[in-house]
């Protein structure tokens, strides 16, 4: 009896201390489960690499390809409708200005032309009478004037029909070369209808297409270089400004014609292909920065970069890319101070003002950073 007492006063006291000590245990591990809960991604460290920015030259070259394309090239075309029966050329044939290239058969502008003289020779017979009685004061002021009109008018449709046989025969319009021939005699054609392709042959020009902020900056371009080495063997030709156009094309660019200013022994042919290069005086807009490729990325279709700050946090930077470069760096357009720092590897893990951790630049003799 003595010993079922005890056993009955222990437990008791067990369940005493468990009702009031235990939920002291569970407390503290409850506040850790909820104090984790509670961190956010941008309260985390991320550990990134950086790349310092470094400032370019004064001066800012950019490079685009380019078209040779000839001074002036035009479609050919008969101003009448009909049967070519003679194509006088072939293609890529040398010729003068003014040459006969093709025709048109004529025999039914010919007979136009026949009727429009036996009609002119009839009403201007009968003119004359008219106004020789009108002399004699034989006929009236009004039966005078239709004489008079009639002549001008019969003589206009006497022109129009020589003006049209006169069209059946196509020229050359300035020395050239044919390009390309559309049609074959016996082929028939209307009027405006392309028939040849004609190059002239002067000195070609080199056709390029550049974005709007090098069509905005037109005015600073210093020098305009472009390489036909592959072409004439020079490495370095001069060239001038033809013309720009002032609307932007289907891709948004804006198409250059340049001029070969200096002198070669040998004229690149059109089609082939130049590469040319833009020397611009330092600007704002064009200022030339080299940044990893790596440290772009793309948010709501536009391209950006995390600029590091000096508390740590990363802030986006709205960028636009000139050129990639062939060692893995691409060239931008903006303003970015010299020595700031920007993340180069691990962009698409970070959110606007996430708190990071520069890692150390990996040694030259530790390439990898497996050591």
């Not at 468990?18 to 961190?39: D, E, R, T, Y």
């Not at 709007?212 to 210093?222: F, G, H, P």
């Not at 200022?287 to 508390?311: A, H, R």
Request: net charge negative; aromatic share 10%.
């Amino acid at each position: 009896m003595k010993y079922l007492f005890l056993i009955i006063f222990v437990e008791s006291s067990y369940n005493v201390f468990a009702m009031k000590f235990i939920p002291f245990l569970f407390f503290p591990l409850l506040f850790i489960s909820c104090g984790f809960q509670q961190v956010s991604d941008s309260d985390k460290i991320f550990k990134v690499q950086a790349f310092t920015v470094k400032s370019d030259s004064s001066l800012t070259t950019l490079s685009f390809p380019g078209r040779v394309k000839s001074s002036e090239e035009v479609n050919l075309s008969f101003k009448v409708s009909g049967t070519i029966n003679c194509v006088n050329v072939k293609e890529g044939d040398s010729v003068h200005e003014g040459m006969f290239l093709a025709s048109i058969d004529p025999k039914d502008y010919q007979l136009q032309l026949s009727a429009a003289e036996a009609q002119y020779n009839q009403i201007k017979a009968e003119a004359e009478r008219v106004i020789r009685l009108y002399k004699d004061s034989v006929v009236s002021a009004n039966d005078y004037d239709k004489a008079r009109f009639g002549i001008e008018q019969i003589q206009a449709k006497l022109d129009f029909a020589r003006n049209q046989l006169s069209d059946c025969k196509l020229y050359a319009p300035f020395n050239g070369y044919v390009h390309r021939i559309f049609f074959d005699p016996s082929s028939i054609v209307t009027s405006g209808m392309p028939v040849i392709s004609f190059l002239s042959a002067g000195v070609p020009e080199i056709e390029i297409d550049v974005p709007a902020y090098v069509y905005r900056n037109s005015d600073r371009v210093k020098d305009i270089k472009a390489d036909l080495s592959s072409v004439s063997g020079d490495s370095s030709v001069s060239l001038a400004l033809s013309s720009f156009s002032p609307k932007a094309n289907a891709n948004q660019l804006y198409t250059v014609r340049l001029s070969i200013a200096s002198k070669l022994k040998t004229l690149p042919n059109p089609g082939m292909i130049a590469m040319v290069s833009l020397l611009f005086e330092s600007s704002s807009k064009l200022s030339k920065t080299l940044i990893p490729l790596n440290s772009v990325f793309e948010s709501d279709g536009k391209s950006n970069i995390w600029i590091i700050s000096d508390d740590g946090t990363v802030h986006m930077k709205q960028v636009s890319i000139l050129s990639v470069e062939s060692n893995g760096m691409i060239s931008i357009e903006g303003n970015i101070p010299e020595n700031t720092q920007i993340v180069s590897a691990g962009v698409h893990k970070l959110v606007e003002g996430q708190k990071v951790e520069v890692m150390d630049p990996v040694s030259k003799t530790n390439i990898g950073g497996i050591l």
